[in-house]
């Protein structure tokens, strides 16, 4: 069954420190894994896509790392902002699947 | 506006009535989902579409019915809410079912089912 697990599953952290989300999944074939943003009370925005050729991507201070070998990604946020308070979604594609995790909540205190 | 838009934002309704979500995309988009949010579960596909008139089913569509006579448009039917489906509603579209293909979202309904 393809599954995708997120750890922490909450975080606070304080403005202008770093952190990293882990994401591990098991999802065969697998295609892609894409990291997505949710705002409270919006929908989820992408932040970043990683195909299995893909070892890191960085989206302004988002970085997303992905090893297709160990099928783990991580998604680290440098110098944390207060708009960065928000549930970071991990979600796997296989070949004609999605799975989604079920997130972490980060909370970055001033 | 361009986008993809959902109606209401917030519905309150009793167990037993019908209640129909609305979605609505400005894209062209040829693929639509529907997904809920539960605390602990994660966003669950409900139902998705390929094109006008091509429904199927996803993960949890018990007590669900959809309906896609315009690409546009995507609404969402709870024929007899139940208290269990009370939850935040999200409509997607994708432009096709290519793997590299971003999934946009909506704002959410949230409905609650007394």
């Known amino acids: 069954k393809n599954q995708v697990e997120q750890s922490p599953q909450s975080l606070i952290i304080l403005e202008g420190k770093n952190c990293t989300l882990q994401?591990?999944?098991?999802?065969?074939?697998?295609?892609?894994l894409r990291w997505y943003k949710q705002d409270t009370g919006r929908g989820p925005v992408s932040l970043t896509i990683?195909?299995?050729?893909?070892n890191t991507k960085s989206n302004g201070r988002y970085t997303a790392t992905l090893d297709a070998d160990t099928k783990q990604s991580s998604l680290h946020i440098t110098a944390s902002q207060l708009s960065d308070s928000a549930s970071y979604i991990c979600?796997?594609?296989?070949?004609?699947?999605?799975?989604f995790g079920k997130g972490t909540m980060l909370l970055v205190s001033p | 506006d361009a986008g993809i838009t959902q109606s209401p934002r917030y519905k309150i309704t009793e167990t037993g009535r019908q209640v129909t979500l609305m979605c609505h995309q400005t894209?062209?988009?040829?693929?639509m989902f529907w997904y809920r949010q539960d605390l602990g579960h994660g966003l669950r596909l409900i139902y998705y579409?390929?094109?006008?008139?091509?429904?199927d089913k996803g993960e949890v569509p018990d007590g669900y019915v959809v309906s896609r006579s315009k690409t546009e448009n995507f609404p969402l039917t709870l024929e007899s809410a139940t208290r269990s489906q009370t939850s935040v509603y999200f409509c997607?579209?994708?432009?096709?079912?290519?793997?590299?293909?971003?999934?946009?979202f909506g704002p959410g309904t949230r409905l609650t089912v007394l």
């Open positions: 997607a579209s994708s432009e096709s079912r290519e793997s590299y293909n971003e999934q946009f």
């Open positions: 994401c591990n999944y098991t999802v065969s074939p697998f295609s892609n």
């Open positions: 990683m195909t299995f050729s893909e």
């Open positions: 979600v796997a594609r296989g070949y004609s699947t999605l799975t």
């Open positions: 894209w062209s988009h040829s693929y």
């Open positions: 579409s390929a094109a006008a008139d091509i429904t």
